[in-house]
């Protein structure tokens, strides 16, 4: 089953696509220009889904807001679905950490803002004021650097006898 297209790419294919038509531009720098939106683009924490991963209302334009599911870049941390008890604690961890870095801001940046091949999320580096939230992540040891690919297997320690 497909997910469902993401709102903010029809959105940006659109603006791009009626730059281009003005401007000129060619389909390649079309294609160049809505993979990667340099930003900052503002944006509103809805919710922290988990330590690299959250839902913001973000602002790309005057008066509009778009929801949408962001992707830490740069950082991969310990998945909350895992079979493993000791991942699930430890994405537990790593979900709050991310919630107290971006809590009381009332806006947080997107920068370097990509589409594509993400389950349905955007790709982004992210700022809460002038805090880089991967790298805080990083130093917090609930991340682990990741720059796409296959994730290695988690395996689960054995327990009883």
Same mark, same amino acid.
């Given at each position: ?8 790419? %029809? #959105? ?12 000129? #531009? ?9 993979? =990667? ?15 690299? =991963? ?23 941390? %310990? ?14 961890? #790593? ?11 009332? =806006? ?12 349905? +999320? ?8 002038? +805090? ?20 290695? +297997?988690?395996?689960? %320690?054995?327990?009883?006898?």
């Amino acid at each position: 089953m497909s997910r469902p297209l993401n709102p903010i790419v %029809p #959105a940006v294919l659109l603006i791009v696509a009626l730059s281009a038509a003005f401007s000129g #531009a060619s389909a390649d720098a079309t294609e160049r220009i809505w993979r =990667t939106v340099p930003g900052p683009v503002a944006a509103r924490v809805i919710r922290v889904i988990d330590g690299d =991963t959250l839902l913001v209302d973000a602002h790309p334009w005057p008066g509009q807001a778009v929801r949408v599911s962001v992707r830490l870049r740069g950082i991969d941390t %310990p998945e909350r679905r895992s079979q493993c008890a000791s991942e699930r604690k430890a994405a537990d961890k #790593a979900r709050g950490e991310l919630e107290r870095l971006v809590a009381g801001h009332e =806006t947080v940046s997107l920068i370097n803002v990509a589409g594509g091949k993400y389950y349905g +999320r955007i790709l982004a580096d992210l700022k809460a004021g002038s +805090r880089d939230i991967a790298s805080a992540m990083l130093q917090s040891g609930l991340a682990q650097p990741y720059q796409g690919g296959k994730r290695p +297997r988690v395996s689960c %320690p054995r327990t009883g006898s």
